[in-house]
Nanobody
């Protein structure tokens, strides 16, 4: 079992930045691919970014490329999502996940609200 706890969300104006964090516990963090999804009201959950267990590979949704950056600190069992140049359409609940490869574990989410 892997427990994931997100933090760092909040209310920010368009163009602003936040750093989301996801702290993991319960298993060997460095064995897991980590990533983020988001879900806006009335919409399906969508992929945002992932980072490989070795920290060598990252992937991003087209909608966030160049604005968001995922990283991890295996010594701290934490994955980060730096979100820059935020837009109102980035407003969503952001969920951290871990997989190796199954099952996929989820956090409870952290809300990001971007005002125009």
């Amino acid at each position: 079992q892997v427990r994931l706890v997100e933090s760092g969300g909040g209310l920010v104006q368009a163009g602003g930045s936040l750093r989301l964090s996801c702290a993991a516990s319960g298993r060997t963090f460095s064995d897991y691919v980590m990533g983020w999804f988001r879900q806006a009201p009335g919409k399906e959950r969508e992929f945002v970014a992932l980072i490989s267990s070795s920290n060598s590979v990252t992937r991003y949704a087209d909608s966030v490329k160049g604005r968001f950056s995922i990283s991890r600190d295996n010594a701290k069992n934490t994955v980060y999502l730096q979100v820059n140049s935020l837009k109102p359409e980035d407003t969503a609940n952001y969920y951290c996940y871990a997989e190796n490869p199954t099952p996929r574990y989820w956090g409870q989410g952290t809300q990001v609200t971007v005002s125009s």
